[in-house]
């Protein structure tokens, strides 16, 4: 995305592992024009 990968993980061994998503509660998201996406709290006091 704008030039960058949009998913990388030292810990991914093939093309199409994402190893790294979810480790820690951590997840790595992007709007449609590349920037990062912001946690939006929803009506039943959640995150998504």
Do not use: L
Not at 24 to 40: D, I, L, R, S, Y
């Amino acid at each position: 995305m704008n030039g960058w990968a949009a998913y990388r993980f030292a810990g991914d061994a093939e093309p199409g592992d994402t190893e790294g998503q979810g480790v820690g509660g951590v997840w790595f998201t992007f709007t449609p024009e590349g920037k990062k996406a912001q946690a939006v709290a929803d009506t039943n006091g959640g995150w998504h």
